[in-house]
């Protein structure tokens, strides 16, 4: 009877990145493992109120610095910047950072702030005004774009892994984009950590960010 307590069951409410691809795995693993907790999930990439607006947890790239929450690191990720060849071919591969200025540049929005994502070039290279080719708020849509050779992306290491493999992608400027991201699980400190909600975050640690 004890046991039977213990096992998680009930809703859990959860604040994750707009681009699902990299939980699928751990969200169905999730789901078939622990067929008595119902998943309330939120995709968005603004910053939300985890606390206010009555998230059990969130998952995000930003180390927030609220006091009222606990937070565990998942992983860490890359960004690269990527364009097809065939983009490459036509408009030469940038051998340089200042040869940015002369290239389709696909950008990324904060929902929240407004402001366009700051590529990750070394400062010790001579960073230039990028052109504003594109500029939107959705992942998909600039690896979409990059892959019909529209232009380079500044994209998340994960979202692009199969075209990297098989070459509809290649990533530039490898010498001076050195970074790490780490993406973590933040909940509630004033809550007790329920049997759903540890198992929720060991899921994610093990079923999705080890491959």
Known sequence: MSQASEMPRGTLRISLPRYSGLFQQAISHFMQRYPAVELDLDFSDRLV??????????IRASALSDSGLMRRRLCT?????????????????????????????????FPNTGRLEQW???ETQDIPELPRTLVCNSVEMRVHLSLQGQGIACLPDF???EH???????????????????????WPASRNLSPKLRAFIDCMSEAVFQT
Request: some cysteine; glycine content about 6%.
């Open 49 to 58: 109120d985890v606390i206010g607006e009555g998230f059990d947890a969130a």
């Open 77 to 109: 990720f890359r960004r690269v910047l990527a364009a097809s060849p065939e983009y490459l071919q036509e408009h030469g591969r940038p051998l340089h950072a200042k040869d940015l200025q002369h290239h389709a540049c696909l950008h990324y929005r």
């Open 120 to 122: 990750p070039i070394s």
């Open 159 to 161: 979202t692009v892994g």
């Open 164 to 186: 990297l493999s098989s070459g509809r992608l290649q990533t530039i400027l490898d010498e001076c984009t050195h970074n790490t991201v780490p993406l973590w699980i933040v």
